[in-house]
């Protein structure tokens, strides 16, 4: 039976304070000293009062100058994680420790707009919204490497995701904290990637009201070397497993990747139309470089990913039964 997770109680600031608060703004961040200064100037820009939000970084067991960067940004708060407990449960705990009844949930190397904050809590404000996802553009420059246009063509679709798939990108989430409240948290045992698609699903799921506002807007740099979207494409992979089994089936019906004879081969087509939404012109040159690269550096790695991860949540299985996980409590 699935148990109750911890109660959202806040650990920041007084009630006074909390009272002023609009927005809390969730950052978990693991070695990313060279990316805080960027997200964290652009919050320092807001055009929201700044006594209307906060900043939490949650430093996920960083080994880099991640909680001096933040500290000394004089804008953040920061949660010190003394080793690396994986980016679910420090977004959980920056949750747990936001004070304010709107969180914005983001990443360490995006760029939010200036009215970023505003647009948000209009958005949730003005209509009955339980979740928004907010518009995330991959900035490609004026002469993208392969990799990045890979990257960009293959994830962080925000529209897609909200409209089609019913959950948003986690770069980019605004939610109530009665929504966590009423639908839990970020499940704790999925590793690598796909919490967001998860906890999404599970909240839409069960009613909660999602809706896309691509003019709250945030950048995100694309990866710039083939092997980093190689990397990318592995842990997705290595991820899928948990989600092929209850409690999660958020693909449920696709099989393993590796027992399929078609995804050995060279894909039937590729998303070019993603680029295109980026106003990305391609030659014909580049769309071959793009299609051997989405075969060799996305499919084949997310393959061999997929059996990995089977084969090491066999074994987490075996050696241990599910730890708690966090749902809301049965009523």
């Not at 919050?43 to 009062?49: A, H, I, K, N």
């Not at 360490?108 to 979740?131: F, K, N, S």
């Not at 939404?277 to 299609?291: D, F, M, N």
């Not at 084969?311 to 050696?319: M, P, S, V």
Request: aromatic content about 6%; hydrophobic content about 40%; proline content about 9%.
């Amino acid at each position: 039976m699935n148990a109750p997770p911890r109660p959202l109680q806040s650990e920041g600031p007084s009630p006074d304070a909390a009272g002023a608060l609009a927005v809390s703004v969730v950052v978990a961040v693991r070695n990313g000293a060279h990316q805080l200064p960027g997200l964290l100037e652009a919050l320092s820009r807001q055009t929201l009062p700044r006594e209307q939000f906060e900043v939490l970084v949650v430093d996920d067991g960083s080994t880099d100058d991640t909680e001096r960067v933040a500290r000394e940004s004089g804008l953040a708060r920061v949660i010190r994680c003394g080793q690396p407990v994986g980016k679910p449960r420090a977004v959980n705990m920056g949750i747990r420790a936001a004070a304010a009844e709107v969180i914005a949930l983001t990443d360490a190397d995006t760029v939010p707009d200036g009215d970023w904050l505003e647009l948000g809590l209009r958005r949730m404000r003005d209509e009955e919204v339980d979740i928004l996802g907010g518009g995330i553009t991959v900035t490609l420059g004026d002469r993208p490497s392969v990799a990045a246009l890979v990257d960009a063509m293959n994830w962080l679709d925000q529209r897609r995701c909200c409209e089609q798939q019913r959950f948003p990108v986690g770069a980019n989430t605004w939610a109530r904290r009665a929504t966590f409240e009423r639908h839990g948290l970020f499940d704790e045992e999925i590793p690598y990637y796909h919490n967001d698609a998860e906890w999404g699903k599970r909240a839409t799921g069960a009613g909660a009201v999602l809706v896309y506002a691509p003019e709250v807007h945030v950048s995100h740099p694309p990866r710039t070397e083939l092997r980093q979207v190689a990397e990318k494409a592995y842990r997705l992979g290595a991820g899928l497993a948990p989600h092929r089994r209850p409690p999660f089936t958020t693909i449920g019906g696709l099989p393993p990747l590796f027992l399929s004879p078609r995804a050995y081969l060279p894909p039937r087509r590729i998303n070019l139309g993603r680029l295109a939404e980026l106003g990305q012109p391609l030659s014909r040159a580049s769309k071959v470089r793009i299609y051997l690269a989405q075969w060799l550096f996305v499919m084949l790695p997310m393959l061999v990913g997929d059996l990995s991860g089977e084969l090491d949540y066999a074994r987490r299985r075996e050696r241990r039964p599910r730890s708690t996980p966090v749902r809301p409590a049965e009523r």
